[in-house]
């Protein structure tokens, strides 16, 4: 896949918007702001465990990976131009094989976790924090947004082209 793609995914109280630029990207965050809610809510849309008001907005296929290597494995084979969540509890994501298939795919991936991904190669400039702007009061919806860590400006300023 090529280009932006845009994610929304919003509950009654909640709501993330992300921006896909690369294959790969990863979204850290600390703890309870809302990275493995993202992925549940996820999963539970496309499984058809979600009422109303709950919505997943994108131009492509969405899916959630989990359970161990081999059917992660099988699966992500079967995948093609869709948008694959991980969330960091799932251990496939730190082997080299997953690492493989990844990069032998043409789907979008978003990673979440606290750790560094040795086995695949990102651009430092896709990876976000979670942050939370608003709280759960209510009526009022809690507004996820993504920041990036590592503004793109600040990392070209440090290298002159030769």
Known sequence: MK???KVVVSTKKLRY?????RNITIIQGDSATGKTTLIQIINDYLSGRTGPGTDVICKKKCAVLSGDLESVLIRLERLSD????????????YSKRFAAAVLK????FVFITRDDLHTLPYSVNEIYCLKNSGYYQN???VYNSLHQIYPESSTKKHFKKF
């Open 17 to 21: 918007e992300l921006n896909l630029r």
């Open 105 to 108: 795919s043409d789907c979008y």
């Open 139 to 141: 009526t009022r919806q």
């Open 3 to 5: 280009g932006n793609i």
């Open 82 to 93: 869709t948008i694959v969540f991980a969330d960091e509890q799932e251990h496939f994501l």
